[in-house]
């Protein structure tokens, strides 16, 4: 199995961080985690600057990304406008999303399910590079409560030709139910939160289950716009840590990660979520 | 199987907060878990008053517990003269506890491997209520690194009348090495800190592999005095969710536990390392 880790830091994390960074700052993150070894990174999202402020000047971001060899710098797409835009910077590779329930499409995308489901095929089937399909709430919908493994693995046989990852949007899987779900859908990717703390037991359950690909966010950056309180996305560090205990090479520097932790704690000025770059790596 | 969660926060999680409870309000808290339906509580440490000061005071504490049909609880030992003030106030278990490795020993209980070893023999021998022997520092040393599985295998085997418990005193366990050392010991219980986020994922590995007990702290109370920055146990409430929605029952009400964080919360006045008291149970 080639594991492939993707860090959505720069995207996932910042989007849900209070204070947005310079797109130059933002570039030199990008940079950092390139250097740490990183093999995938998500740069940025292509949303309306106006709506996420923190995501503002993705084209500036990504012209200032260092290109490194064996490094896939991706971006994040709502719609087709998005993906244009996502074409013109040349990034490697697009990640289309929707929610798994109508609810939550019609919330953050202004669209039913069966318009966003549309779209997201519409884009993968015009895409002139690789896609990957990211299906929000595929666990756990913050409007529909519990979500129909049905549902997801119908969605999910509508993206054959893009790497389908299923994500726990607000973090309430639990490991069983990400084994069952990546295995019934055999999705190629699993991106989750640890806002209840299963983010971890969750990753090692989506490898058990076929997966190959892990989302994770640099220091646990970011949040959870549904629980004010709540932590974010699993840290890559900490990620990094588990999976090399447990056997399973990832290619990343562990303490180059830690090291960009430190430095991003600086530059927030607060304790972060992840912990390995508190308590330190070991032995 | 038969699963025995044991809540170690009036113990190890207030044991290594900064402040100090008054007796009376470390009962509250043993009171309210109880009420909660934690079927064992490990309810204070009979150390010597002026070395932990946030234990002093046992007996006190012991004094205003208001004992609840179905609930077991415990006290820490680290030596004979513990031993006989545990068997005075009539607490129902002794945790008796040494450390799997000799720098271990000597730094925290001023003996020896051997002379800490013979020491649990003999309080279990002479015991006259059920005994738990913790073997801390089990997975990893703060002073001498990686521990030998085998060394803590001999260890366990010589506690055979008690029931052993294996600590991951500075979380740095990882789920197969858990899953390893339990079977190998037959230990029945697994005592985790989320120090470096893999906590849960081990908690559910000791289940796999035969464990019947696992210690949790309410709201994740404590740290590591290794590591100051870091974290400390595994929080009670996220265990428990995690465990309920794996289909594993634990008796326990995760409301009234989110109940317990809160207030500790305020008295503490800081937010607890606990995740689930802040996003909400789901669904």
Not at 186 to 204: I, M
Request: charged share 25%.
């Amino acid at each position: 199995m080639a594991l492939t880790l993707c860090d959505v830091g720069p995207r996932d994390g910042l989007q849900n961080e209070p204070d947005a960074l310079e797109p130059a700052v933002r570039a030199e993150l990008i940079n950092k985690l390139a250097a740490a070894g990183l093999p995938r990174i998500e740069a940025v999202s292509f949303v309306r600057d106006d709506r996420i402020p923190q995501m503002a000047g993705a084209e500036e971001v990504v012209a200032e990304i260092e290109r490194r060899d064996g490094v896939e710098y991706a971006g994040l797409v709502l719609n087709e406008q998005g993906f244009e835009r996502l074409r013109a910077t040349g990034l490697d590779r697009a990640n289309v999303t929707l929610g798994a329930t109508d609810t939550f499409n019609r919330r953050n995308g202004n669209a039913s399910l069966v318009e966003a489901k549309a779209r997201v095929e519409r884009i993968l089937a015009e895409a002139d590079r690789p896609t990957t399909a990211t299906i929000s709430v595929a666990f756990g919908c913050p409007f529909e409560g519990e979500v129909d493994p049905g549902g997801v693995a119908e969605l999910a046989s509508r993206f054959d030709g893009a790497e389908v990852v299923l994500a726990d949007t607000i973090g309430v899987a639990v490991p069983r139910q990400v084994r069952e779900l990546i295995a019934r859908t055999r999705s190629a990717g699993f991106h989750g939160h640890n806002t209840r703390n299963t983010g971890y037991a969750n990753a090692l359950a989506a490898l058990e289950a076929g997966a190959e690909v892990l989302d994770a966010s640099i220091g646990g950056l970011g949040g959870c716009p549904y629980a004010p309180r709540a932590s974010g996305n699993v840290a890559t560090e900490d990620l990094v840590y588990l999976l090399e205990r447990e056997g399973i090479p990832t290619g990343v520097d562990l303490d180059a990660l830690i090291g960009i932790s430190v430095w991003l704690e600086g530059i927030f000025g607060r304790k972060l979520e992840g912990q390995v770059y508190r308590a330190g790596a070991w032995p």
